[in-house]
């Protein structure tokens, strides 16, 4: 016998992603045709709750997770704003057509993935779970990097703060710190606020005597 | 009606290979049924004619026969597959062609094609209920073995997830074995089952190897008492194939065992022996496919065409009494309400049923998450 590496780890566990399918709120946005009609019974098959829309609606339910949307050329002038908002479901495009038209609507829509017409059944679930998974990471990603932007201008923002402090009221760097941080605790806000305010007082009082 | 033309059927199950066991018993379901059919004056006065071809266990033969029946045979329904990975090579041909697939094995769940019709259990007829048993009356320490390949992969996920909603409850190892595995691989499995001391193993090896895996547990000395093999796959058929007495006290969930105390079983087994003799050995995808037969020619008879457009109309939602009771076809997913059980072998190589469902439960084959204690997984309780 071949000796085998065991691939498979003692610890398999079920990725969330799979676990949360029958959770999840789906809207298909599709004419009541036979693509709509599968799509939608093999969603129910895997468990999910389904509502279809159609004709395209101007936004769509807050509690919707994932957005199924038919991409042809009549939905081309259409206004999918709702699509590009903050909690926007995760969209798939169900597309019958791949001219650069088209192709450019579903960049458009933001869409996560693409299932070809005719739909079939076999492949839509590991459409959806990675659809989901690269939205979900795509999204956490973009609040981490809104946090780490607005750390950066807090820092920005306590440096100069701390060279105002310096030079008006003659301290050391550590001392001109100890002080934002003094206002910050006794104002119950942040040392980037307090630098924030300090800084942009000294703006305001030295206009006209800038060097 | 004027047509009086027999009724081409094309049966591709293995009667060779290592899956060959349960090959030959559903290729004995398929034409007991047909048998049935026929001599009850066939399909509205016409004959069903059978053509038979042995894939050999092998996924590329199963293609090319279906293929075969397809275009030289000219059948439109075909019956067979066992190994997920033979149903699989089946379907594309299948959907090409639009024609229709019976199914009548237990698999892993996840699929849904418009052209096939399931009648094997899914994990949520199976699975739930042998993990709330065994769990229950022997622990929730699992050891867990396996052929290499899909279904067992898949059903030690769920059984591995099942078993950790208990208390106290560890998955002590997940092992996987060949095909054509021989007592010699599991040799070593034995030893590290004899240091971790699991309350139960759960073995989703199938074929001839499930044999040469009884044995070795055998071997080894252990009590089925105090750690017994629960089993999805280990049936009458895989049984008659080891020395007697070998799988006593161990434990398998199906919804058919040949012991059902039933009119409908007994009349199918004696029939059964009437037509094969004692060369063949009823088991659950024995029943499976004996019931999708009939299930068939009814649709048929209705339909009038063996179309898939035609019939499929009239398999969906249909019911039959099966060996093992009512059975429905589920119009929404395409697999089978069944009645989940639990045997024990006794010493006749036949199993004591412990446990029963009281009414069919529901296919739920797209089910990620199974939990114990489910109503619908609650059995009754026959002897302890």
């Known amino acids: 016998m071949v000796e085998r590496v065991e691939h498979r780890s003692p610890l398999r566990a079920t990725p969330q992603q799979l676990k949360e399918l029958r959770t999840l709120n789906v809207a298909v946005v599709h004419p009541d045709d036979a693509d709509g009609r599968l799509l939608t019974q093999q969603l129910q098959r895997i468990g999910c709750k389904v509502q279809a829309f159609w004709p395209p609606v101007q936004s769509i339910p807050k509690d919707v997770d994932v957005a199924f949307v038919a991409v042809r050329p009549d939905i081309l002038n259409l206004n999918m704003d709702w699509a590009h908002c903050e909690d926007a479901p995760t969209v798939i495009a169900v597309v019958n057509y791949e001219n650069p038209t088209i192709v450019e609507v579903v960049l458009g829509l933001g869409a996560k993935a693409v299932l070809p017409s005719p739909v079939r059944s076999f492949g839509l679930l590991s459409t959806l779970v990675l ?16 946090k780490v932007e607005a750390k950066l201008l807090g820092v920005r923002h306590i440096a100069e703060a701390k060279v105002v402090l310096m030079k008006t009221h003659n301290v050391s760097e550590t001392e001109a710190y100890d002080m934002i ?3 910050a605790m006794s104002k119950r806000t942040t040392t980037e606020e307090v630098a924030k305010a300090i800084f942009e007082a000294h703006e305001l009082l030295s206009m006209g005597h800038r060097s | 009606m004027a047509d009086k033309d027999p009724i081409r059927i094309g049966i591709l199950f293995s009667e060779t290979g290592v899956t060959s066991t349960i090959g030959l018993s559903q290729l004995h379901g398929a034409m007991l049924a047909v048998d049935e059919i026929n001599d009850a004056g066939g399909i509205n006065g016409r004959e069903l004619q059978p053509v038979q071809h042995d894939p050999a266990s092998n996924p590329a033969r199963y293609a090319e026969l279906a293929e075969r029946l397809i275009h030289q045979d000219g059948v439109n329904v075909i019956f067979g597959c066992y190994m997920s990975s033979s149903r699989k090579a089946v379907i594309p041909i299948i959907e090409k062609w639009n024609k229709l697939l019976f199914y009548p094995t237990l698999y892993e769940g996840f699929e849904y094609s418009a052209n096939v019709i399931y009648t094997g259990a899914a994990p949520n007829q199976n699975s739930v209920q042998l993990a709330e048993f065994i769990t229950s009356n022997f622990g929730a320490r699992v050891y867990l073995i396996g052929s290499d390949y899909i279904y067992p992969y898949e059903s030690n996920r769920i059984m591995g997830e099942l078993v950790l909603q208990r208390q106290g409850s560890e998955k002590l190892a997940e092992r996987y074995v060949p095909l054509d595995a021989k007592e010699r691989d599991f040799a070593e499995i034995m030893a590290d089952i004899r240091n971790k001391r699991p309350d139960f193993i759960f073995s989703t090896v199938v074929g001839d190897s499930t044999a040469a895996l009884y044995r070795a547990y055998a ?5 089925p008492k105090s750690m017994p093999i629960a089993s999805l796959t280990t049936s009458e058929a895989e049984i008659s194939q080891m020395d007697r007495g070998l799988a006593t006290g161990h434990y398998t969930s199906a919804p058919y065992f040949q012991s059902i105390d039933s009119e409908a079983n007994r009349r199918c087994l004696t029939n059964l022996r009437r037509r094969f003799g ?7 995808c ?10 068939f020619a009814n649709a048929m008879r209705q339909a009038g065409e063996d179309d898939i457009t035609q019939l499929m109309p009239f398999i969906l939602g249909s019911e039959f009494d099966a060996p093992q009771g009512r059975v429905k076809i589920d119009p929404t997913n395409h697999h089978t309400c069944l009645y989940p059980r639990i045997g024990r072998v006794n010493a006749d190589g036949q199993f004591t049923i412990v446990r029963q469902a009281r009414r069919s439960v529901y296919p739920d084959p797209y089910l990620v998450t199974h939990s114990l204690g489910d109503w619908a997984a609650r059995l009754d309780t026959l002897e302890c």
């Open chain 1, 181 to 183: 941080r003094e206002q």
């Open chain 2, 219 to 223: 071997d080894a000395g252990f009590d």
């Open chain 2, 286 to 295: 024995w029943e499976a496919s004996y019931f999708q037969m009939h299930i």
């Open chain 2, 278 to 284: 004692d060369c063949s050995v009823p088991n659950l």
């Open chain 1, 131 to 146: 659809a989901r998974e690269s939205h979900k990471e795509n999204r956490s990603l973009q609040r981490r990097l809104r």
